[in-house]
């Protein structure tokens, strides 16, 4: 029997389990979620978990105590996604069942690919690195696990999430053909491929493809080079064009990887650039900046690395029949009304977001 009582909030239960079934990145990484109505714009607090450092006990632990100090980061709800749609009475006369399948569902999973591919883009703070292979093995997954190791970074809830060339890259090896499946009662995540070397790893459409912006990968440090400690460098000996936000970078005889940390122009073959983190050594004047060229920037990384915050958004004014849900830190907002143009119902689900690196250190790219 078809039921004619199909409400704002009805739909917006349902559309709220559908888009948390259909996240890949966005169910992997730590969800803030600020139960105040917000406006695209705010912010919101997003509480982070305690650190403690281990001392070896001596016999008197006088002044070695720590407070639990409560440690909040800000993250910018800057996003509103929306699927707006129009509804006729047959639809809305359908019963809960055919409305999932052909109206709730597809605006969910529109909404989750939205969500994951904000999520994804946060590969631009990221130095640390590991590159596939020229033909990918079984190695390539020791070391980027190496390079977690390295950056101190917690065994548990480590998660590997692919592009799809190169989930297919790995798919066919024996390793992922038999990996340890889950072993717990919880419904399988979306693009799950199994566990190895202690990290859950996930297929997602939305990885990105990294643009450098310029074709000369390769510069040299300024005269006079820089002394370790500085953010800021400056290289020459480049071509044209400019150099991307997230651009990997590497100097001679100078330890460690950088990320550059905003977009910068390339002026008479120079280029000042922005890094992170500060430089670990001085970078001598004229030793090669090696800039790493496009490449697909799988994640590796546990799930305080970045951070994905919702908050309810302010009720509509105007009459409009609305209904506000939270479900697992997710808040989805379902709004119907009239058109009078095309004397249509017409509706939008939507949800208020930000995404936010909590700390770099925790993550590493996969490079294909």
């Known amino acids: ?56 006990f001596d016999g008197d632990l006088t002044g070695e105590f720590q407070a639990i100090t409560e440690s909040y980061v800000d993250v910018k709800l800057d996003k509103i996604l929306t699927v707006p749609f129009e509804i006729t009475q047959k639809e809305m006369s359908l019963d809960l ?15 989750a690919q939205a969500i994951d591919l904000l999520v994804a883009g946060l590969y631009v703070d990221i130095p640390y690195y590991f590159d596939v292979s020229g033909t990918p093995a079984v190695g390539d997954i020791a070391g980027i696990r190496k390079v977690l190791n390295i950056n101190k970074v917690p065994m548990e809830l480590r998660r590997g999430v692919l592009g ?14 038999h990996a340890e499946k ?11 491929m199994g566990r190895l070397f202690g990290i859950d790893w996930f297929m997602d459409q939305n990885i990105i493809t990294h643009v450098i912006g310029t074709a000369d990968v390769a510069g040299a440090i300024l005269a006079g080079g820089f002394e370790a400690g500085v953010s800021e460098i400056t290289v020459d000996d480049l071509g044209t064009g400019t150099i991307a936000k997230g651009t990997i970078l590497t100097i001679a005889d100078c330890a460690g990887e950088y990320v550059v940390t905003a977009d910068a122009t390339i002026a008479t ?10 430089l670990k050594a001085a970078a ?63 509706g939008t ?17 996969l490079e294909d």
């Open 97 to 111: 069942k055919d409305l999932t399948t052909q109206v709730i569902d597809p605006a969910a999973r529109a909404l």
């Open 1 to 56: 029997m078809s039921n004619t009582f199909l409400t704002p909030t009805i739909i917006a239960d349902v559309a709220l389990l559908a888009l948390e079934n259909n996240l890949v990145l966005g169910n992997l990484v730590y969800r803030g979620y600020d139960k105040e109505f917000k406006k695209v714009g705010d912010t919101a607090r997003v509480r982070k978990p305690a650190t403690f450092t281990a001392v070896e």
């Open 164 to 177: 799809p060339d190169t989930e297919a890259k790995y798919n066919v090896l024996d390793a992922f053909l």
């Open 269 to 278: 073959n120079e280029a000042t650039l922005k890094i992170y983190p500060a």
């Open 182 to 192: 889950r072993g717990d009662t919880e419904t399988v995540k979306q693009g799950s």
């Open 284 to 346: 001598v004047a004229d030793k090669v900046v090696t800039l790493h060229a496009a490449d697909i920037a799988n994640l590796v990384f546990h799930q305080n690395a970045f951070c994905l915050a919702t908050a309810p958004l302010v009720a509509p004014l105007g009459g409009a029949n609305a209904s506000v849900k939270t479900y697992k830190n997710l808040s989805l907002q379902v709004v119907f009304s009239w058109n009078h143009n095309t004397m249509k119902n017409v």
């Open 349 to 365: 689900m939507s949800i208020l977001c930000g995404t936010k690196t909590l700390c770099p250190e925790l993550a590493a790219r």
